[in-house]
């Protein structure tokens, strides 16, 4: 299965970290961020990878070249223009036949994708989605799922007294190529005009609970966090 890494945003509520530096090759306890997806694909043999990149793309390129070096075979699907998360998903896809592994290239988290990919073969999903426990759930997009793991829709930013689960978005996706035919062309949003689609009683996205750890690095404020509290990569 090839995993598709999306790393291409311009980084605006980082800067000044990243006015000359990529975001993806932000770097936390010295290596980019981008390296530990790397890295924890790899360990779920995943070694076939696609980057979606944009931002000082050459930069990117530059660092982790073909993929040899990690272990892993890297391609690479640059945005000429920004075309949001949807259309640089359809960017990067454009070839694909078979299901995908999709993830945000901001977060740093250890998932389990060998279990999360027998979970979506034998629920036969068409979008199986990570999520990952939080209390400050009004924050958040929160899960609403029913008894069989079936996501029914999200609750944008609950109180933490009428949230349905105190599960959210982790950022980690196996997709069947079919779930995007309902992108229109040019730029839009996966999660909004996609992913939130395709939930419903009788959708077939389905939950997989990420239960390690987990660094979102999007603002400043998370970016030094994962600094100072990832202490232990295990692979």
């Known amino acids: 299965m090839k995993a598709i890494i999306l ?9 000044p970290l990243t006015n000359t530096t990529p975001k993806p090759l932000l770097p936390i306890k010295n290596k980019p961020i981008l390296e530990y997806a790397i890295k924890n694909l790899k360990k779920n043999n995943i070694t076939d ?10 930069k990117v390129k530059n660092y982790f070249k073909n993929g040899s070096k990690f272990g892993v075979n890297i391609t690479y699907s640059v945005e000429k223009e920004p075309l949001g998360t949807g259309g640089a998903v359809k960017l990067a896809t454009k070839n694909l036949k078979e299901p995908f592994i999709l993830i945000w290239g901001d977060n740093i988290a250890n ?12 629920n036969k999903a068409t979008l199986t989605m990570a999520l990952t426990l939080r209390e400050d759930v009004e924050n958040f997009g929160v899960a609403d799922l029913n008894n069989k793991q079936k996501i029914i829709r999200f609750i944008e930013k609950p109180k933490r007294d009428q949230a349905p689960s105190r599960l959210i978005n ?11 035919n309902i992108l229109p ?10 992913f ?3 939930c419903g ?3 077939k996205v389905y939950a997989f609970q990420h239960n390690g750890y987990w660094f979102p690095t999007d603002t400043l404020e998370k970016y030094k966090k994962a600094e100072k509290e990832l202490t232990e990569w295990d692979i």
């Open 7 to 15: 790393a291409g945003g311009l980084g605006e509520r980082l800067k």
């Open 49 to 58: 990878i696609i980057l979606g990149i944009s931002f000082h793309a050459d």
């Open 111 to 122: 998932f389990n994708f060998t279990e999360m990919i027998k979970e979506h073969k034998k």
């Open 170 to 180: 982790a950022g980690a996706f196996i997709v069947e190529p079919e779930a995007l």
């Open 185 to 194: 062309d040019g730029k839009s949003n996966i999660e909004r005009e996609c």
């Open 196 to 198: 939130e689609k395709l």
């Open 201 to 203: 009683e009788q959708g």
